[in-house]
């Protein structure tokens, strides 16, 4: 009988089920031991109990009834004695009982020739005047022994029979219980595996029967049906999968201009993809050797690529096709299993074009160089011009602000110059007065102190408006000496800004605002004086274009601190600051916010460049919109000597 006929009539019959004749079995098996095993045991304990019973009847003869006897046989009365035996061979487990009294032998029951229980007492009478003991006679008991064996016997066979009874009626319930419970299931679930078929366009999911009373709902098997409904679906997924990506494969191995190829442990060709057969006129079902292909033939290092048994990469052969030279690179992945070398998977890639490409790019690359050598050429001579350029810019815009600063300080010079004139009209006025009153002698003590009162007043004016004239001239001359000037020297610098502020001060009252020094009169540097006021007078003049538009309040505050080797130099203004995603770029040359408006770009390039390359200190931005600005300059107090560079050579 074939497996496929065991199985289908394993689903209808129990006794075909193998795990059910299995599990029956062991059950009859250990039914029949544990029953077998009790069984003696309880005719262990029936035997000691029967002979325990004889052993009682013999022990109540020979102690109760014995004496009777013993008074009958005393005074002759054979009869009444002879009675006793008969009615004490009737007790259970008694089987004959004799006496033997003077040469007279009583008996009762039938004597036992062989397995019997034999037990025998002196019959003694004990004389009641005298006291005496006398010996009348002996009494034998005996029980049969095999009427015993036989009862037991029976009762073990009889035990034995109605167990065997009960295992096979309850193993038969069982075994149907079993069949109908798991064994039919458990076909079903099978059943369904071995028709199931994944490619099928529709699959019905598994329904497994229930009974009532002997299966319950969701149960183990249940949970084994839904599981398998879980894995056939899976599986149909995974198959549909597998047929999409060999189709894509397919796809991609037609649509690909590289060649695909595999090989097995002999190095036969089993798979290579269309183009590489068409190119290389191979036949793949007669699974050809690589090394016996005409138009590899000359490829060595692929051969010998092969031989090593390894992987390989940018194995770069030469092969011809229709008579003309094309170029591939042969790369390959060695597979191994327990049993050693399997075969290779590879692919060529076509790189003819590349190649040639390649070979373009060395001719090209010979006349390259001497291109390159008269760009570079070029270059050199416009970085230097550029350089220049950037040099010039830079004194312009200085040359600038001093432009702008000299035509401030002469419109302040001309104010106080202007009521210095006035002033001395006045004093000529007042002299030519008084010289006239006195040549006519009409001067009079009033008339002489009004006038000498406008004299001295007059005289105070033109003296206060040329002092002022004086120290705007003094402050500018520093100023612009100063920023004119690299030259290092020990200065103070509130001093130094001071005098600064003063010469500014024409472009500052526009705004107005008046800028506040802050710090130690006495504080030293040893640096770059006029370095310095150029860079706070460029921060100034940036904060009086830009910052203060609809801003009430104008204010600016310069703070100087000593840091100990360092000097720290603090401009704030409350104008509408910058933006944090112009941070970067308002440092960037030409870069500015009037463009087209006198704006060059120039000045925070210029104190962001002074402030690091001339004064060797660093420099931090922070602002945000209507929060104004605050620069951080901190400097070296005593600047280090360094040797000019080029540019500055250039500058200067």
């Known amino acids: 009988m074939s497996q496929l006929q065991k199985f289908e009539e394993s689903i209808n019959h129990p006794l075909f089920s193998i795990v059910g004749r299995r599990i029956i079995l062991l059950m009859v098996f250990l039914s029949s031991f544990f029953t077998i095993m009790t069984t003696l045991l309880q005719l262990s304990w029936d035997y000691e109990e029967a002979f325990d019973n004889v052993d009682r009847r013999h022990y109540e003869i020979e102690n109760v009834h014995a004496d009777l006897i ?81 009862i037991l016997l029976r009762q073990f066979v009889i035990t034995l029979l109605l167990n065997g009874i009960k295992t096979l009626i309850v193993c038969s319930l069982i075994l149907w219980v ?4 798991v064994s039919q299931r458990v076909f079903s679930i099978a059943k369904h595996l071995r028709h199931f078929d ?50 894509r494969l397919a796809d991609f191995t037609s649509a690909s201009s590289d060649w695909l190829w595999e090989t097995d442990a002999a190095q036969r060709l089993t798979f290579c993809s269309d183009a590489m057969q068409t190119a290389l006129d191979i036949d793949i079902h007669n699974t050809p050797k690589i090394r016996d292909l005409p138009l590899l033939a000359n490829c060595h290092s692929l ?25 591939f690179v042969f790369q390959g992945i060695a597979h191994f299993s327990d049993e ?68 401030g300080v002469a419109h302040e010079v001309n104010t106080p110059l202007g009521i210095a004139v006035t002033a001395n ?9 008084l010289n006239h009153a006195f040549a006519d002698q009409s001067l009079t003590s009033q008339q002489f102190e009004a006038v000498m009162k406008q004299i001295v007043d007059g005289s105070n004016m033109l003296e206060n408006n040329l002092n002022r004239a004086a120290r705007l001239i003094r402050d500018f001359k520093q100023t612009a000496v100063d920023q004119v000037s690299e030259s290092r020297s020990q200065f103070r610098v509130v001093q130094a800004l001071d005098a600064l502020m003063g010469s500014l001060r024409p472009e500052t009252k526009k705004v107005p605002v008046v800028p506040i020094i802050e710090g130690d009169a006495n504080l030293e540097m040893s640096s770059l004086p006029g370095v310095l006021t150029q860079v706070v007078s460029n921060l100034v003049m940036n904060s009086v274009r830009h910052a203060f538009e609809n801003i009430e309040n104008p204010e600016i505050n310069v703070k100087v601190s000593d840091l100990g080797d360092e000097v720290q130099v603090v401009y704030t203004d409350n104008g509408v600051g910058v933006p944090p995603e112009l941070h970067q770029r308002i440092f960037e040359p030409f870069y500015t916010s009037k463009r087209g408006k006198g704006g060059s770009g120039l000045g925070l390039n210029l104190v962001f460049n002074l402030v690091r390359q001339k004064l060797q200190g660093k420099l931090s931005f922070d602002s945000d919109i209507n929060q104004g600005v605050m620069v951080v300059l901190t400097l070296p107090k005593f600047l280090q000597v360094s040797a000019p560079s080029e540019s500055e050579s250039v500058s200067r």
């Open 303 to 327: 051969l010998d690529h092969l031989e090593d048994y390894e992987n390989f990469t940018m194995c770069e052969e030469k092969i011809l096709l229709n008579k003309r030279p094309h170029y």
């Open 198 to 247: 994944p490619l099928a366009p529709v699959h019905q999911p598994l329904e497994l029967k229930h009974r009532k009373f002997i299966m319950e709902r969701d149960d183990e098997l249940d949970w084994l049906a839904e599981e398998t409904n879980k894995i056939t679906q899976r599986m149909a997924t995974l198959y549909q999968n597998i047929i999409l990506e060999q189709e």
């Open 178 to 181: 079993f069949h109908q419970s």
């Open 70 to 150: 013993a008074s009958s046989l005393w005074v002759f009365d054979l009869v009444s004695a002879q009675n006793r035996l008969d009615g004490l061979v009737n007790l259970p487990y008694i089987d004959y009982l004799s006496i033997e009294f003077d040469g007279v032998v009583l008996d009762a029951g039938q004597p036992i020739s062989q397995n019997s229980v034999m037990s025998s007492t002196e019959l003694i009478y004990f004389h009641p005047d005298t006291g005496r003991r006398i010996e009348l006679g002996t009494l034998f008991v005996e029980s049969d022994a095999q009427k015993i064996y036989d």
């Open 425 to 433: 009209s006045v004093i000529k006025e007042a002299v030519a007065t």
């Open 340 to 407: 050693g070398f399997v075969g290779f998977r590879g692919t060529a890639i076509d790189i003819t074009e590349l190649k040639q490409t390649q070979l373009e790019l060395q001719l090209l690359n010979q006349n390259l160089e001497k291109t390159v050598h008269e760009r570079t050429q070029d270059l050199e001579q416009s970085m230097e011009n550029l350089k220049a350029a950037q040099n010039q810019l830079v004194e312009s815009e200085k040359l600038a602000a001093l432009g702008s600063l000299v035509a």
